[in-house]
C-alpha cells in the first residue's frame, strides 16, 4: 500500500509535466516556425519483487517535425522563390515594351516607313524631308529606350544580389552562433532548433540548401559547405569575372587566314571593319614602317598580318577600343601584352576593356583580283574568326566560397544569376538585348548601300554589297550608322541626298520578309515582323514563368499544408489533452488522498 504513495506521485508528476507542455503549445500557437512539444512519457523500470511497480517516468519534451517533409518543402520553396523573383524581373521588361495602337516602336517603325514612301511621292517636299528626319531619330530613340530599360533593370538586379549576398551571410552567421548554443545546451534545445530551422527556411528563399543532421551538423550552398558545426562559417562571396572580347583569325594549327598566299598579289586589299563604319585598308605594295626604324617596308603576303595589325593600332578611333597582335600575345609582370614582330603568324583583336558592354564587331573583307565566282566574275571574300580560339565578351558573375563557384539550383539568387551572368544560357536580359541590336545593326546595314541589279531587284546592304560582284556599282546611303542600339544614330544630313532612285530602294525594306536580322540565315523576316516576334518573346517568357509559377506555388502550398498540420498546435487538440492530464493529476491526487484515508483507518484500528 505504501508503494501506491510512489506510483501515485510520479503519476502526479507526469500529469503536471503534459499539462505544463500542452499550456506552452497553446500560447505558442502563432508564434512563428514553432513546431508542437509532446513529452515521452516511460514505465519505471522494475528493480524489485513489488506487485504495484515503480509508476511512469518523464523523458524527453520532443518536436514534433518530419526532417525529410521539411527539407522537401524547403526545396519546393527555394523554386517557387525563384519564379516570383524571374516574373517581377519579366513583369518590368513586359512593361517597358507596352504598346497601344497609337504608342510605341511598332507604330514609331510604320510612321518612319510611311514617311519615306511619303517622300518617294515627292522627293522634293521639304515637308516631307523633315518628316523623314524626324521619324528617323525617334526611330533610334526607342531603340535606346528599349535598350536602356533593360539595362536599368539588369542594374537594379546586380544591387538587389548585392545586398541578398549580404543577407544571406548575415543568416550564415546566425546559424552558427545557434549551433554553438546548442553545443554547450545541457537539455534539448528545442526553441535553439526552431530558431535555427527558422534561419535555414529564410535562406531557402535565396538559394537550395542542404542539410546533414547527422552526428554533427553542416549546411551547404550548391554542394559547397557553408557552415559545419558551431565554429566553420564560410562566407559567400559575389564574384564579377569580366572577360575581353578576341576574334582570331586562324586556323586550329594556327595558320593565318587571312588572305590565300598564292593569289594575293597586284594591288589587291584587305580591310578591317570596326563596327561597320570605321575601316582601315592594307593594300598590297603600300610602304609602311612596320617596326617603327624610320624605314619604309613593301607591303606583301609575308607581312599582310603585321601591316594590318599596324594600320588597326594607328587608327585614331580603333585604338581607343581594341587592340590587334600577330599572334597569341604574352604578358609580362607588369600587365603588358606584347607580340613578335620577327614574321608573320596570324592577326588577334582584342578588345581594350572587358565585359559585355565593350563587344564589338569585326569583320574583314578581301579583295584578291583572283577570286572568282562560278560565273568568272571578280568578288570580294569574307574572313571569318576562328570560332574555337576567339572568345566573346562575357560578363561572368558568380556566387563564391573559397574561391570555389557555387553551382545554384533554386531560389531567387537563381533567377538573379541567370539574367546577369552572360555566360547562362538562361539569361533574358542578354537575349532581348541581342534581339535589339540585332534590328538596330541590320537596319543601318540595309540603310547603308544598294545595288540595282538589271532585272530590277536589289543587293541590299552594306555588306552584301561589298560582296557582291558588281560592287561597283554599289549606291552609298548612310541613312543609319552603328553596329548596336548604342552605336546606332541616323544621319539627318544624308535626307537631303536622296534622291528618286535612293527612294524607291528604301520603301522596299518595309515590305522585304528576306531579311536575315539575327544572322543565322534560317529565320529570315521583315524587320516588323522581328520586332513583333521579339514583343511575342517576351510575352511568352512572362506567360511561362508565371504559369511555372502558380504551379509551383500549388505543389508548395499544399506540401506546407499536410507539414504544418503534422507540426504547428492545433488548439481544439490541445484543449482535450489539457482536460485529459488535468484528470489524470486529479486521478492520481484522489489516489493518494484515498491510500492516506485507508493508511489512517488503520492506524485508527490499531488503537
Excluded: C
Amino acid at each position: 500500500m505504501l508503494n501506491s504513495f510512489s506510483v501515485a506521485q510520479s503519476g502526479l508528476k507526469v500529469a503536471q509535466t503534459n499539462v505544463e507542455n500542452v499550456m506552452n503549445n497553446i500560447s505558442n500557437e502563432n508564434t512563428e516556425g514553432y513546431k508542437k512539444r509532446v513529452v515521452d512519457i516511460f514505465e519505471a523500470t522494475h528493480v524489485d519483487a513489488r506487485s504495484t511497480g515503480r509508476g511512469a517516468t518523464v523523458g524527453d519534451v520532443r518536436r514534433i517535425t518530419n526532417i525529410y517533409a521539411y527539407d522537401n518543402l524547403m526545396k519546393q520553396d527555394s523554386k517557387k522563390s525563384e519564379y516570383d523573383e524571374l516574373s517581377t524581373m519579366l513583369e518590368e521588361i513586359e512593361s517597358s515594351f507596352y504598346e497601344t495602337e497609337d504608342s510605341g516602336f511598332s507604330n514609331d517603325l510604320d510612321k518612319y516607313f510611311q514617311s519615306v514612301e511619303n517622300l518617294r511621292s515627292n522627293p522634293t517636299n521639304a515637308i516631307y524631308r523633315n518628316e523623314l528626319s524626324s521619324q528617323g531619330e525617334i526611330i533610334v530613340n526607342d531603340l535606346k529606350t528599349l535598350y536602356s530599360s533593360i539595362e536599368d533593370r539588369e542594374k537594379v538586379t546586380q544591387n538587389f544580389l548585392k545586398d541578398d549576398v549580404s543577407e544571406v551571410n548575415g543568416i550564415l552567421n546566425d546559424i552558427g552562433t545557434v549551433n554553438k548554443h546548442i553545443e554547450d545546451s545541457l537539455t534539448v534545445a528545442n526553441d535553439l532548433l526552431d530558431k535555427r530551422d527558422n534561419l535555414e527556411a529564410r535562406l531557402s528563399k535565396y538559394t537550395t540548401v542542404t542539410m546533414q543532421r547527422n552526428d554533427s551538423y553542416s549546411l551547404s550552398i550548391g554542394n559547397t559547405t557553408a557552415v559545419r558545426y558551431d565554429t566553420n562559417v564560410h562566407k559567400v562571396d559575389l564574384t564579377d569575372n569580366y572577360i575581353a572580347q578576341k576574334d582570331v583569325y586562324a586556323t586550329d594549327d594556327n595558320e593565318s587566314t587571312l588572305v590565300n598566299k598564292d593569289t594575293w598579289d597586284g594591288s589587291d586589299t584587305v580591310t578591317y571593319y570596326f563596327n561597320k563604319d570605321i575601316s582601315v585598308t592594307v593594300t598590297n605594295g603600300e610602304k609602311i614602317d612596320l617596326d617603327g626604324d624610320g624605314d619604309d617596308e613593301t607591303i606583301d603576303k609575308d607581312n599582310i598580318v603585321r601591316a594590318l595589325k599596324y594600320k588597326i593600332n594607328h587608327d585614331p578611333t580603333m585604338s581607343v577600343y581594341i587592340q590587334a597582335f600577330n599572334g597569341q600575345y604574352s604578358i609580362d609582370e607588369n600587365g603588358n601584352k606584347t607580340d613578335k614582330n620577327d614574321q608573320d603568324y596570324f592577326l588577334v583583336v582584342e578588345a581594350k576593356e572587358a565585359g559585355k558592354d565593350n563587344k564589338f564587331e569585326g569583320k574583314i573583307i578581301v579583295n584578291d583580283d583572283d577570286t572568282q565566282d562560278d560565273d568568272g566574275n571578280q568578288v570580294s571574300n569574307l574572313v571569318t574568326k576562328n570560332d574555337n580560339k576567339s572568345k566573346e565578351a562575357q560578363n561572368d558573375i558568380h556566387l563564391e566560397i573559397f574561391s570555389e563557384k557555387l553551382n545554384i539550383q533554386g531560389g531567387k539568387f537563381k533567377s538573379m544569376l541567370d539574367n546577369v551572368d552572360t555566360t547562362s544560357s538562361n539569361n533574358k536580359f542578354t537575349k532581348y538585348k541581342d534581339m535589339l541590336d540585332n534590328f538596330a545593326r541590320k537596319l543601318a546595314d540595309m540603310s547603308e548601300a544598294y545595288i540595282l541589279n538589271d532585272d530590277g531587284t536589289y543587293v541590299s546592304g552594306g555588306e552584301a554589297t561589298l560582296l557582291d560582284k558588281n560592287k561597283d556599282q554599289r549606291v552609298d546611303l548612310n541613312l543609319f550608322s552603328g553596329a548596336s542600339v548604342k552605336t546606332l544614330e541616323f544621319n539627318k544630313d544624308k535626307v537631303s541626298t536622296l534622291d528618286q532612285e535612293n527612294l524607291d530602294y528604301l520603301a522596299t525594306l518595309q515590305w522585304n520578309e528576306n531579311i536575315d536580322i539575327d544572322g543565322t540565315g534560317e529565320n529570315n523576316t521583315s524587320f516588323s515582323k522581328y520586332f513583333q516576334s521579339l514583343k511575342v518573346s517576351i510575352a511568352s517568357d512572362k506567360e511561362n514563368v508565371d504559369y511555372a509559377k502558380e504551379t509551383q506555388k500549388t505543389v508548395t502550398e499544399s506540401l506546407r499544408t499536410s507539414y504544418e498540420k503534422f507540426t504547428k498546435v492545433d488548439k481544439d487538440s490541445e484543449m482535450i489533452n489539457l482536460m485529459k492530464f488535468q484528470s489524470a493529476y486529479e486521478a492520481n491526487a484522489k489516489v493518494i488522498t484515498i491510500v492516506d484515508r485507508m493508511l489512517k483507518t488503520l492506524l485508527g484500528m490499531s488503537q
